[in-house]
């Protein structure tokens, strides 16, 4: 065989190899319906152990174990979300002398519901009359007195509770709020409030005005009109002294006896002296004599009459001053704590039980207790204490609140920020702060502030945005 053909044959016999090894990858999978076979259901056990046709190469799945692991494996449980019976509470004022509360415990489910119900009891009170087998409790864990009540209450029924109290001091508004709680007292189902007002403390009718002339405003303007009028006469009677005056020093005789320049005395209606001619013209026989110029010397106003003006002056002047800096200080409020910022809104004050509204929520602190037992689990290193807060979205938009913005105020003057950690063991695992408020919607959650030392709380500053003023509530 010649060398140039015995060359042509192995360079044919690589190209196709080449195409051969090229051409492998292009084909389909040898068993196609080894990989369909976990999207199928699976097949009873009997059937699974016998392998039929190609499928026989492919590993069975268990039953119940899915294909594909999740993407995310979880870490730990999910949450556990409450289950809130349909138990409601209201509270009302009885009309009595003394003050009283009328306390209506509802279960609109269809089967019974062990609760706890709580009322709190001002500071300076004490309960006289309690019904319904409640129990008065002292202020031992908590920061002011409360009845309990430990009820079972029946399928579709309406339970009726009264109270009554005693109060120290004169007449005055009295607001004693109730929760209703699960069986553990920490978790609330519902909230209400009522404010008993005395008879010392219930609206009259609006005080008349003040007579105008004992009004600051009016005042001011009489004594600046009177100032006018007072600078008006004197430069009036200036006026005419200066003008008569210069009356008496400009008077002149008239031409009546004094004989005019360019004439000539007569006698008997003939001139005298010589004829006509240019001597004739030259003078008069008996000159004008010159009348010296009067001295006008300026007047001036009297000293006690200038100084008399400069002190009305000065006088109004300072009333003026004096009044404006008196509104401004009335105005300003004693009461809020030293902040610093632009704060939007101006902070409100109350006590508990009492709606306090600011710039996006309505806050309303029903209760608060410290010590031990107040949450399932105590934070280490501290003193918890619980409160039992209302939080309503008066805006047409979802809001936001977070946890570091809800303060807890000490007597010393510190302040502690809401325990995330404790409030979500409170809630039951459910972080509260996570999800915004919706519009016009209202949340009861318990709130935990961990504190060191023995004293309760003073005061919590609640606030739904950074820049809000927000609200503080009196719990001592």
């Known amino acids: 065989m010649p060398a140039s053909r015995r060359h042509h044959r192995t360079l044919a016999v690589l190209v196709n190899c080449l195409g051969v090894l090229a051409a492998v990858p292009a084909l389909p999978p040898a068993a196609p319906r080894a990989v369909a076979a976990p999207a199928r259901s699976a097949p009873p056990p009997a059937l699974a152990a016998a392998p039929v046709g190609p499928v026989a190469a492919a590993t069975p799945i268990p039953t119940g174990v899915p294909a594909v692991p999740p993407a995310v494996p979880t870490t730990g449980p999910a949450p556990v979300q409450p289950s809130m019976p349909?138990?409601?509470?209201?509270?009302?004022?009885?009309?009595?002398?003394?003050?009283?509360y009328r306390i209506e415990v509802r279960n609109a489910g269809p089967a019974p519901v062990e609760t706890m119900v709580r009322q709190e009891l001002p500071t300076g009170s004490r309960a006289t009359t309690v019904t319904g087998g409640g129990q008065r409790t002292g202020p031992v864990g908590a920061t002011t007195g409360e009845v309990t009540w430990r009820l079972r209450l029946p399928a579709r029924s309406t339970t009726t509770l009264h109270t009554a109290l005693a109060v120290t001091g004169p007449d005055r508004s009295v607001t004693a709020p109730a929760c209703v709680y699960g069986t553990d007292g920490t978790r609330p189902y519902d909230c209400a409030t009522a404010t008993w007002v005395g008879a010392a403390t219930a609206p009259t009718a609006p005080a008349t005005a003040a007579p105008a002339w004992r009004r600051p405003p009016v005042l001011l303007a009489a004594l600046a009109a009177l100032l006018v009028v007072v600078g008006g006469v004197l430069g009036w009677a200036v006026w005419r002294r200066r003008r008569a005056a210069g009356t008496r020093g400009g008077t002149t005789r008239t031409g009546d006896d004094v004989p005019t320049a360019g004439t000539r005395p007569t006698r008997d209606g003939v001139p005298t002296g010589g004829g006509p001619g240019p001597a004739a013209d030259r003078g008069t026989v008996y000159p004008r004599?010159?009348?010296?110029?009067?001295?006008?010397?300026?007047?001036?106003?009297?000293?006690?009459?200038?100084?008399?003006?400069?002190?009305?002056?000065?006088?109004?002047?300072?009333?003026?001053?004096?009044?404006?800096?008196?509104?401004?200080?009335?105005?300003?409020d004693t009461t809020k704590q030293p902040t610093s910022g632009a704060w939007v809104g101006s902070s409100v004050t109350g006590a508990l039980g009492v709606p306090l509204r600011e710039t996006a929520f309505e806050f309303t602190v029903y209760r608060v207790s410290c010590g031990a037992g107040v949450v399932p689990a105590a934070p280490a290193g501290g003193r918890p204490c619980l409160a039992t807060v209302g939080v309503r979205n008066l805006t047409s938009e979802q809001q936001t609140w977070h946890g570091q913005l809800q303060r807890a105020y000490l007597p010393s003057g510190n302040w502690v920020a809401a325990d995330e950690d404790a409030t979500r063991v409170a809630n039951l695992g459910r972080d509260v702060f996570a999800q915004p408020v919706a519009a016009g919607r209202r949340v009861l959650l318990p709130l935990v502030f961990t504190v060191h030392g023995a004293e309760p709380p003073k005061q919590l500053e609640l606030r739904s945005g950074v820049f809000s003023a927000g609200v503080r509530v009196d719990v001592d």
């Open 86 to 100: 349909p138990v409601s509470v209201a509270v009302g004022a009885a009309g009595t002398p003394a003050p009283g």
């Open 289 to 332: 004599p010159a009348l010296p110029t009067p001295t006008v010397r300026r007047r001036r106003p009297p000293v006690w009459l200038t100084v008399g003006v400069a002190a009305a002056v000065l006088a109004g002047v300072v009333g003026a001053a004096a009044w404006t800096a008196t509104q401004r200080v009335a105005a300003m």
